[in-house]
């Protein structure tokens, strides 16, 4: 019976982050934007994949993803030995983001736009050795006790310098191109690692030091992608994407032609933590029978769960983003377009796989204290407010990028010291966490619908940009949570001088 | 001094309960109703033994632990509240029990009332902690489980010994531990005390410690074989 209970209440969870998307499209469905009969009902078979999938990954990060990372990074540090520590993280970040099919796909795009200057493989290759690098620093941050503020504050502003020189293009390119390599796998194993690094500290530097290396390493794609453009000199953009829609009618046929590719990438992504694995497993974990049988199910698990999420998610969802993008930016009311996209946003992100990944451990690590619930509600408001915003510099061209990134990013290093030490590390994570599969297609798609239809707006540069701000605006949203949670948490009659 | 001595007199027990993840605060808060000044909830891991459960090894049921002390009439009166108002006597609806303490300090209240002396339980169930490096919990629960336990929950835990190094490049490091609790008849605990020990290789030192409690009162365990 007790499995049952499990299953259901896992299923019943995930049932509850899904349906909130789903009503709103289907309330849209009847109301502003008519969808065709096929089109809906790959929709609502699209929401089906993806709560039965998410479940399934679910327990996949549970049993296989979570306990490697963890095993990996208590391993690493106990070796006690620096150089074991920089090879490890410069090999763990070069593999997992070489093998990320998010970072293909933005690879590809961007190899289209500069016209070949700057090719697929080149790109891949130095985001890779950009995540493998910072990583690694990450990793000594937490071994030597260093400070993530501080440290942030150094990255952000060496982003910055470079960003001067860098296109407004590519500034968008690349702030997205860190949004891409931190995928629905790599976030729960990056945040896995932190946590097997960290939970070996001793009292409070322990929960502080759990999360922030999703962070670190997202900087490196973006300094990566800029550096390339300015070495490259890359100024003119050139090329256009085409938006693919099928008018097929069939039902089930593109969830069968989508699963290959699916699983193609999936399997790919998961086989660097494959090897890795049984590389570590031969060398220093000794797994027995019992623990090892359960992690490889878990392995399997979150192949399984994510091939059937993915396929959910392209062949259902996308599509109704485009449409329901084109469908608003062409009413005359251009307000509803903001709205209907921060409504979006406010529920898509609930639907994120490490989204889940991300509040479970901080309820794990903060003993319950910090409820999912609260987390949730702050980071919906940070991506409807970034939806929102996404919108808005759509309809008025005048509004840069940039506008939005400067103020927003001096805003999150300002507060980065002010709120409590445990927020910085989860505040600064929950932007890669934010910028899943979900985001990069189904609100990705949303807003190249709404670029196409409205003019003077242009599909690449307004498309791009989108997932920088998705990434940004919940470190935010995090940053003043904690705030409000240091202003809060004063015990009733007992005077604290606790510093953070 | 006629004070001190008079609080000293006054028997003192632990509450704990068990229950699924999300419960544990409702429980605190019933249990300040009943009277109890306060509590303290912490995570842990079910296990349980079921034939599917082995096969989808999705056996990650987690738990929240609440330990509540006051004084031994109050804690009768708020177990027997709680168990009823979560249902403890069904399946899987969590478990609670409670222990006598030697001391209780930390908290302010100085009203007197007489207690008649406790007389010395005649317990039927013990609770079995067992402390190991990170890892072995598995070990120690399937031990158990062979030798006769039904389940027990499995806690994270920070903590050092004597055998351990403690700082790493430049952190200072306690090392993971796992804390497994497991609620037994009493007859039982030999058994499974041996069979635990035999299988973590306790004996030598550095592998982990053992300690049993008595326990006064149980709810929401079951005698049934599944």
Known sequence: MVIINILFEKFREVLVSVLPITLIVVILNFTLVPLELPIMLRFLLGALLIVVGLTIFLFGVDLGIAPIGNLMGTHITKSNKVWIVIVSGLLLGFFISVAEPDLHIIAGQVAIVSDNIITKFEIILYVSVGIALLLTLGFLRIIYNKSLSILLTILYGLILIVSLFTTEEFLAISFDASGATTGAMTVPFILALALGISSLKKGRASEDNSFGLVGIASTGAILAVMLMSVVKGTNEISGSLDGELSNSTAIILPFLQKLPTMLYEVALALLPIVILFIVFQIITFKLKKRPLKRIIKGLVYTLIGLVLFLTGVNAGFMEVGTLVGYTIASLDNKAILVGIGGLLGLVVILAEPAVYVLTKQIEDVTSGYLKRRVVLVALSLGVSLAVGLSMLRIIVPEIKLWHYLLPGYLLAIVLSYLVPKLFVGMSFDSGGVSSGPMTATFILAFAQGAAASTEGADVLVDGFGLIAMVAMMPIIALEILGLIFKLKTVKGGISEDEHA | ?226
């Open chain 2, 1 to 226: 001094m006629n004070m001190l001595e008079n609080t000293l007199k006054r028997t003192y027990e632990m509450l704990a309960v068990i229950v699924n993840f999300g419960v544990g605060s409702k429980v605190l808060h019933l249990g300040k109703k009943c009277g109890i000044s306060g509590g303290t909830i912490f995570l842990g891991k079910g296990t349980q033994h079921c034939l599917l459960n082995d096969f989808f090894d999705i056996c990650d049921e987690r738990v929240e632990v609440v330990l509540m002390i006051a004084r031994t009439e109050k804690i009768e009166s708020a177990a027997e509240t709680i168990s009823q108002k979560f249902k403890f006597a069904k399946a899987n609806h969590g478990i609670a029990f409670t222990a006598a303490l030697n001391n209780f300090l930390g908290v302010r209240n100085c009203s007197y009332d007489k207690t008649h002396e406790e007389g010395v339980y005649k317990t039927m169930y013990e609770a079995i902690f067992v402390i190991v490096d990170r890892g072995n919990a598995e070990t120690v629960v399937s031990a158990a489980e062979a030798a006769g336990a039904k389940g027990g929950t499995i806690m994270n835990a920070r903590g050092s010994g004597i055998h351990e190094y403690s700082r790493l490049f430049a952190m200072d490091i306690e090392p993971e531990k796992e804390v497994v609790m497991l609620i037994l008849e009493t007859e039982k605990t030999e058994t499974v005390v041996n069979a635990i020990q035999d299988a973590t290789e306790m004996s030598k030192p550095g592998n982990g410690i053992i300690f049993t409690i008595g326990v006064n009162k149980t709810y929401g365990l079951y005698q049934n074989n599944h």
